[in-house]
């Protein structure tokens, strides 16, 4: 018997107030501990179909179900807590810039305090000593006691890693995680993003403009177009024709993102940095 998805999308549609069909009857599976990669150009629909699994959007038809329950029913408690096992990932890293590396990390633990603790901050030991142990591994043990906002953009997208870590997470959503980085942090901080779900066995799904970067990290891809999925394989099968065929649209030239310049250009980050081995 296969085991039960981490996630389900069945038949999900979202239709936005003002008619736009974001989302077009897209079904797929996600199985646990698979580092999923969604494809498509700007306006295929990543975002919608990603907030609809924690329910930042309302779908309009069909269902996301996360370890085999609806999410759609889901209110108040049982809200939070799918919100809890679910860590998100931002393309603008979404940190608290006055606070520290470290605390902007423990944030991830919020969800599993009640009341005045959680406001104050006032985390247990051992959610301080397990959050240190997640910024080592990320290669950010230098950093920890910097504030966020001195940090390199790769720095901050491993800080937001690190928060959606903390959070012990079943799953990883990232959105356009390396968007706004250059090509040697955009691989640099795939790889470690790869590899710490790999190592804790936390299924992820990251949206990514960069067919390249999907070939590379991705153990599947889907491509969306228009809403609807037009594509759902291995990365080897994702070849320069399939690309061209289901996934650009004649003459869309914005979306082809990795030039030989930019691949010659992703060269690994200084080891001051740290890299993902
Ligand atoms: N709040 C909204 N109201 C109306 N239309 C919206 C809204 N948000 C997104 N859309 C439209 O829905 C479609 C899908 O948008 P979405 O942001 O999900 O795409 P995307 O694949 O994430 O694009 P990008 O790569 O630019 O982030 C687009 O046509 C977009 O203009
Ligand atoms: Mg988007």
């Given at each position: 018997?296969?085991?039960?998805?981490?996630?389900?999308?069945?038949?999900l549609?979202?239709?936005?107030?003002?008619?736009?069909?974001?989302?077009?009857?897209?079904?797929?599976?996600?199985?646990?501990?698979?580092?999923?990669?969604?494809?498509?150009?700007?306006?295929?629909?990543?975002?919608?179909?990603?907030?609809?699994?924690?329910?930042?959007?309302?779908?309009?038809?069909?269902?996301v179900?996360?370890?085999?329950r609806?999410?759609?029913?889901?209110r108040?408690?049982?809200l939070?807590?799918?919100?809890?096992d679910i860590?998100?990932?931002?393309?603008?890293?979404?940190?608290?810039?006055?606070?520290?590396?470290?605390?902007?990390?423990?944030?991830?633990?919020?969800?599993?305090?009640?009341?005045?603790r959680?406001?104050?901050g006032a985390?247990?030991?051992?959610?301080?000593?397990?959050?240190?142990?997640?910024?080592?591994?990320?290669?950010?043990?230098?950093?920890?006691l910097?504030?966020?906002?001195?940090?390199?953009?790769g720095?901050?997208?491993?800080?937001?890693i690190?928060r959606?870590?903390?959070?012990?997470?079943?799953?990883?959503?990232?959105?356009?995680?390396?968007?706004?980085?250059?090509?040697a942090?955009?691989?640099?901080v795939?790889?470690?993003?790869?590899?710490?779900c790999?190592?804790?066995?936390?299924t992820?799904v990251?949206?990514l403009?960069?067919?390249?970067?999907?070939?590379?990290f991705?153990d599947?891809?889907?491509?969306?177009?228009?809403?609807?999925?037009?594509?759902d394989?291995?990365?080897?099968?994702?070849?320069?024709?399939?690309?061209?065929?289901?996934y650009?649209?004649?003459?869309?030239?914005?979306?082809?993102v990795?030039?030989?310049r930019?691949?010659?250009a992703?060269?690994?980050?200084?080891?001051a940095?740290g890299?993902?081995?």
């Amino acid at each position: 018997m296969s085991p039960t998805p981490t996630l389900s999308f069945v038949n999900l549609s979202k239709r936005y107030r003002d008619g736009t069909l974001a989302v077009d009857d897209v079904s797929f599976d996600v199985q646990p501990g698979e580092f999923l990669v969604l494809v498509g150009r700007s306006g295929a629909g990543k975002s919608t179909l990603l907030r609809c699994v924690n329910r930042l959007i309302e779908p309009t038809e069909g269902d996301v179900l996360f370890e085999g329950r609806s999410v759609r029913p889901l209110r108040g408690r049982a809200l939070r807590e799918l919100r809890r096992d679910i860590g998100m990932i931002f393309q603008e890293f979404n940190l608290v810039r006055r606070k520290r590396v470290l605390d902007n990390v423990l944030h991830g633990r919020l969800g599993y305090y009640q009341g005045v603790r959680g406001a104050v901050g006032a985390f247990a030991r051992s959610d301080v000593e397990a959050a240190v142990d997640i910024l080592v591994r990320l290669g950010l043990d230098e950093q920890a006691l910097k504030r966020a906002d001195q940090l390199s953009g790769g720095q901050k997208q491993r800080v937001g890693i690190a928060r959606a870590i903390a959070q012990s997470p079943k799953l990883v959503l990232a959105d356009e995680p390396v968007a706004s980085l250059d090509p040697a942090s955009s691989e640099n901080v795939l790889g470690f993003l790869r590899k710490i779900c790999k190592e804790d066995g936390i299924t992820a799904v990251v949206s990514l403009h960069q067919v390249e970067y999907a070939r590379e990290f991705a153990d599947r891809v889907v491509a969306m177009k228009g809403g609807r999925l037009v594509f759902d394989g291995l990365p080897g099968e994702l070849t320069d024709e399939r690309v061209k065929d289901l996934y650009f649209q004649e003459g869309a030239e914005d979306e082809v993102v990795a030039s030989p310049r930019q691949l010659a250009a992703a060269a690994p980050e200084p080891p001051a940095e740290g890299g993902p081995g």
